[in-house]
RNA sequence: GCCGGAGUGGUGGAAUUGGUAUACACAGGAGACUUAAAAUCUCCCGGUCAUUGACCUCGUGGGUUCGAGUCCCACCUCCGGCACCA
C-alpha cells in the first residue's frame, strides 16, 4: 500500500489542475453559481489562517455545485492599493508597486498551496492601470450623473495618516487604521452622493439573503428616522429657527431653542450686547476634537440675546448656543423640552431655564420634574390643551403633527443618519481623481478616451497633508481639454474602498479592454450566489458596493435583469482565535502560519480542521492537538479506501453510506461544514468496521463526498483504484428510503421521566408501543400499582406514560 | 445608555427546532502489538451517593408544558455595533 505522503500528491494534482485549467469558467451556460470571496489586501504578513476558513468554505461550495452541474465562476484577486504599501514606502524607500507585487507573488503561491478552486485566468489587481482606468471611468460616470461632487465640508482629519477619512472610517472618533484621534478640517473635498440612495439601500436589504444582524447594522448606520422640521419666529429678527424633533407632541413644554456653534445663523442673530460672548464660545468649540467633546460631556453654552415664539404658548423661548447640538444633525438647531429630554434637562437645571411637564408619565408620576430620574417621554399628555390625555408616542405625536402642518408651524420630514461618501485621499498610492482644474473653465472631467490618468513615479512618499502627486511635475504637466492652455490636475486619489465597490463586476469579464465589463457577460454571470468574507464589513465596503451597483444600474451599464442588488447571499466567517482564547498578534506570539500547517500535515488536512473547527460564522480558538485528529481521519481514509473493493455490501452500512450522502449534502447548502464532516467520519467508522463489505459503490460514493472537503486526496484514491477523475464530475444520489431505520429505540417516560428504553419499528402504532413499554422490566416498577390516566407517544421519539397514585 | 450575538463535559463542539442532553473529535485512563518508544488497534471516560440503582446537571432564578438546552419573564457574564442623534 502506498503511503500518505500529502506535500508530494497535493503539489502534483495542483499542478495537473492548473495546466488542464479544469476550473476554467464558460460564458455560455445557463445554471451559473458566481461564488465570490472577499479579495484580500496583500499584505507584508502573508497569509493568516482566517483568510483559508472563507476561501476554503467556498471552494468546497464550488466544488460541490460544479458536481451538481453549475457552471461556476469562483475568482480570486487583490485589493493592491493602500495605505500600508505607502507607509512601507516612507520608512524603507521600497516603492509600493514593487513591495505590494512581491506580496502578490507570496499571497498566490500561498493560495495555490491550498488547492483552492479559482480560475487563475481572470486575476485581478486594483493598482493595475487596467483596472484603476475603470475605477476613473466611473468616478466619470458618477460626475457626469451628479452623483460626485466637490465640496467644502467640515471633514474627518487623520493626522498620523495625513489625511481625511470617510465618516465610516472613523471608529470611536479615532481613525480606523492608525488608530490617532481624528480632528474636525474645513476642506474642499471629493464627495459620492450615497445619501441619494439612502432609502433604496435601506427598503434593499429586504430582498436579500444576508444575515440578520448584519442587514441590522445597515439599518442602523442608514439610520431612516420620521420627524417634523417645526419652524418659530424670532423676536426682532426675519430669520426663523428650524428644528428637527421626533418628539413635537411635547411641544407645549418648549422652553428654549439651542443652536449648533457652527450654524450660520449665531452670526446673524446674536445681539450686539451677546457678540463677544458667543463669538469667543464659537471659536473655543470648533478647536475641539471629536474626542474632546465626547470627553467634556458637561453642558456648556451661551445665551444669544435673542428669542424664539413658542407659537402654541406664545412662550419667549432664549435661543442659546451649546455644542451638544451637533451642525451636520437635523437641522442644527434643536427645541428644548426639558421635562421630557435627559439633555434638555441636564442643559436646563445648568442654566436655571424653565421646566415645564407636559405627560403624566409611564410611572404614574405627574409632580414638577426636578430631577433627572423624572425625565421621560412615554405616558399620557398634560398641560397640553387639544392633546390632554392622549397618549403621548401613537395619538398624540400624530394629532400634533397634523396640527403643525395644517397651520404652517411645521413640515413632516424624513432624515437619514447615513452621510455622504468622502472619496478624496491626500496619499499617493490610490487611483487618481481624473479631473483638470483650467483657470478659465473650472473643474473638467479628463476626456474618457484619456485614461487611465497614470500614477507618476516620480514622487516623494513622505506625507505633507499635501496629496504626494501635487509635488510631481510630470504628473501635474496638462492642458485644459476645453481651451488647451496650461492646468493643473487634481493631486487626490480616491480611497481604496471605490476601487473594491465594483471588482465583482470586473470578474464577469476581466480582459475586456472596450468596457469595464460587457452588457451580456454580466447578464451571464450576476448577481454574486454567495459572497463570503469577514463580518468587518459590515457597512464599509458592503455598503459602498451596493450604492455602486444601484448608481451603475441606473447609468444603464449593468442590466436590469440582474437585479438592484450585487449580492444575493451573504455569509461571514467567525474570526479564528490563537490557542490561548486571545486574538491572534504578532506581540502576543500566538500567531499560526498557513504555511506551516501544510508544511506538516498537508493542504488538505489543513482545510478540513478549519471546516471541522465548530460553526462557520462563530468566533473559535486554534488547537494544534485536535488539528491531528483530522490528520488521523484522513490517514485511515487512505488506508481504508486503498482496500480492493468487496462484492457486496451490508444492509447497515448500506444505510450509513446513503444517511451521510444525505446530510452532506445538505449541510453543504446550509454552511454546516462541520457537521457534514462529524458523518463522514461516522462513515468511516461504518467502513472500517466492515473491511470485507465495502463494495466499489461505496467507496466510489465515499470519494466523492469527500472531494470537496480534501481535494487531493480524493484525486489521488481515485486515481489509485482506477476509478477515473470522471468520478468527480457527478455528485452522489441519495434513496430516501435506504435512509430510514427499520427499527429506532424510543424512550419511555414515566411521568416525564425517562425510566428505560426499547426497540420499535418506526410506524409502530400507540397499542403496541405501550405494550412493550409497560412490559420493559425499567419500566415496571414504576407503574405498578399506578393508574396510567394519559399515554403521549410520539413515534420514533418517546412514548410517556403519565400515572397517579 | 441603546441595539445585536453568545453562554452545553477537562477542551472544540452536536442535538431532526418542544421529545433519550453530551453525536463527532481532542485530551485523559486501561489494555493489545513492540526489547522500548512512536504509530496503530480495542475498551472506559459529565457529577454525587451507592449493593443491583437513584438523584443532580445545558450561565442564575422563576414560569408555561405530559415533557424545556430549545418557548416566556427577570437577572448575571462575555463578545460585536451605535451613541450629547434632538
Known amino acids: 500500500m502506498n503511503e500518505y505522503n500529502p506535500q508530494e500528491i497535493e503539489q502534483k494534482w495542483q499542478q495537473r489542475w492548473q495546466e488542464a485549467k479544469t476550473f476554467t469558467a464558460s460564458d455560455d451556460q445557463a445554471s451559473k453559481q458566481y461564488i465570490l470571496d472577499m ?13 483559508p476558513e472563507g476561501y476554503t468554505a467556498t471552494d468546497i461550495l464550488s466544488r460541490f455545485r460544479r458536481m451538481n452541474g453549475f457552471n461556476v465562476l469562483h475568482p480570486m484577486g487583490w485589493d493592491a492599493f493602500g495605505l500600508p504599501a505607502e507607509n512601507y514606502a516612507i520608512k524603507t524607500g521600497v516603492h509600493p508597486d514593487k513591495s505590494t507585487h512581491d506580496n502578490i507573488t507570496n499571497f498566490t503561491r500561498q493560495i495555490q498551496s491550498l488547492g483552492l478552486s479559482y480560475d487563475w485566468g481572470r486575476e485581478i489587481d486594483t493598482s493595475s ?17 451628479g452623483l460626485a461632487e466637490r465640496k467644502k465640508a467640515k471633514v474627518n482629519w487623520c493626522n498620523t495618516c495625513q489625511t481625511v477619512l470617510a465618516n465610516e472610517q472613523v471608529v470611536d472618533g479615532n481613525c480606523e487604521r492608525s488608530k490617532d484621534p481624528v480632528i474636525q478640517k474645513d476642506l474642499e473635498q471629493w464627495f459620492f452622493k450615497t445619501t441619494q440612495y439612502a432609502d433604496q439601500l435601506l427598503e434593499d436589504l429586504d430582498t436579500i439573503d444576508w444575515p440578520e444582524p448584519i442587514k441590522l447594522m445597515q439599518r442602523n448606520w442608514i439610520g431612516r428616522q420620521e420627524g417634523i422640521d417645526l419652524s418659530y419666529d424670532i423676536d426682532g429678527s426675519n430669520e426663523k429657527i428650524v428644528a428637527f424633533t421626533k418628539f413635537p407632541e411635547t411641544n407645549f413644554g418648549a422652553t428654549f431653542i439651542v443652536v449648533a456653534p ?21 471659536e473655543r468649540t470648533a478647536g475641539l476634537t471629536e474626542l474632546q467633546r465626547k470627553e467634556n460631556r458637561e453642558k456648556t453654552g451661551v445665551f444669544t440675546g435673542r428669542y424664539a415664539i413658542n407659537t402654541l404658548t406664545g412662550f419667549k423661548m432664549p435661543i442659546w448656543v451649546a455644542d451638544f447640538v451637533l451642525a451636520n444633525y437635523g437641522t442644527g438647531m434643536v427645541v428644548g423640552v426639558p421635562a421630557h429630554d435627559e439633555r434638555d434637562f441636564e442643559f436646563a437645571q445648568k442654566y436655571s431655564l424653565e421646566i415645564i411637564r407636559v405627560m403624566k408619565t409611564t410611572d404614574g408620576d405627574e409632580s414638577p420634574v426636578t430631577e433627572l430620574s423624572q425625565v421621560d417621554h412615554n405616558g399620557a399628555m398634560m398641560n397640553s390643551d387639544f392633546l390632554n390625555g392622549m397618549d403621548a408616542q401613537s395619538e398624540a405625536k400624530t394629532a400634533m403633527m397634523d396640527y403643525m402642518e395644517k397651520h404652517g408651524l411645521g413640515k413632516r420630514v424624513v432624515f437619514f443618519n447615513l452621510r455622504d461618501w468622502l472619496i478624496s485621499r491626500q496619499r499617493y498610492w490610490g487611483a487618481p481623481i481624473p479631473i483638470i482644474y483650467c483657470d478659465e473653465h473650472g473643474e473638467q472631467s479628463v476626456p474618457e478616451d484619456q485614461l487611465p490618468v497614470v500614477l507618476p513615479t516620480d514622487v516623494d512618499f513622505r506625507p505633507t497633508g499635501e496629496s504626494p502627486l501635487a509635488l510631481s511635475k510630470t504628473f ?15 493631486s487626490d486619489t480616491m480611497d481604496t474602498f471605490v476601487c473594491s465597490s465594483w471588482y465583482y463586476l470586473r470578474f464577469c469579464d476581466p480582459n475586456n479592454e472596450q468596457e469595464f465589463a460587457s452588457p451580456d457577460k454580466l447578464k451571464q454571470w450576476l448577481p454574486v450566489d454567495m459572497y463570503v468574507g469577514g463580518a468587518e464589513h459590515a457597512v464599509l465596503h458592503l455598503l459602498y458596493a451596493r ?25 461571514n466567517q467567525g474570526m479564528i482565535l490563537g490557542e490561548d482564547h486571545q486574538k491572534m498578534s504578532k506581540s502576543v506570539g500566538n500567531v499560526i502560519n498557513p504555511d506551516d500547517v501544510v508544511n506538516e500535515y498537508g493542504a488538505d488536512t489543513l482545510r478540513l480542521y478549519e471546516m471541522f473547527m465548530g460553526p462557520f460564522e462563530d468566533t473559535k480558538p486554534w488547537s494544534t492537538k485536535s488539528i491531528k485528529g483530522v490528520r488521523r481521519f484522513l490517514d485511515r481514509s487512505w488506508s481504508a479506501m486503498q482496500q480492493p473493493a468487496g462484492i457486496k455490501t451490508t444492509p447497515d452500512l ?3 453510506l446513503h444517511k451521510t450522502i444525505k446530510k452532506v449534502t445538505n449541510d453543504i447548502e446550509q454552511f454546516k461544514f462541520n457537521t457534514a464532516i462529524s458523518q463522514l467520519m461516522i462513515c468511516l467508522n461504518a467502513i472500517s468496521a466492515n473491511p470485507e463489505f465495502v463494495d466499489e459503490q461505496t467507496q466510489r460514493s465515499f470519494l466523492q463526498l469527500l472531494s470537496p472537503f480534501a481535494p487531493h486526496l480524493a484525486a489521488e484514491l481515485a486515481e489509485l483504484q482506477g476509478y477515473g477523475q470522471d468520478l468527480f464530475a457527478s455528485w452522489p444520489k441519495f434513496d430516501e428510503t435506504l435512509t430510514q431505520d427499520d427499527s429506532v429505540q424510543v424512550a ?3 411521568s416525564g421521566k425517562v425510566r428505560g428504553t426499547i426497540e420499535l419499528s418506526p410506524d409502530a402504532d400507540e397499542a403496541s408501543a405501550r405494550l412493550v413499554a409497560e412490559a420493559n ?7 405498578t400499582g399506578k393508574e396510567i390516566i394519559k399515554v403521549i407517544y410520539v413515534p420514533g421519539r418517546i412514548i410517556n406514560l403519565i400515572v397517579k397514585g
Open 39 to 51: 479579495f484580500p489586501y496583500p499584505s507584508a504578513a502573508g497569509l493568516h489562517v482566517g483568510h
Open 129 to 145: 492601470p487596467e483596472y484603476y482606468r475603470w475605477t476613473q471611468w466611473m468616478f466619470l460616470q458618477m460626475y457626469k450623473n
Open 262 to 282: 457652527e450654524h450660520p445663523i449665531v452670526r446673524s442673530i446674536t445681539t450686539p450686547e451677546q457678540e463677544a460672548e458667543v463669538l469667543a464660545y464659537v
Open 476 to 490: 501635474q504637466d496638462v492642458s485644459c481639454p476645453t481651451c488647451g492652455q496650461p492646468a493643473r490636475r487634481e
Open 547 to 571: 450604492f455602486f451597483h444601484k448608481a451603475l444600474q441606473d447609468f444603464g451599464f449593468i442590466p436590469k435583469e440582474v437585479g438592484r442588488e450585487p449580492f444575493a447571499a451573504l455569509r
Open 654 to 656: 448500506q444505510k450509513t
Open 748 to 750: 419511555v417516560q414515566v
Open 777 to 783: 422490566e425499567n419500566v415496571v416498577k414504576h407503574i
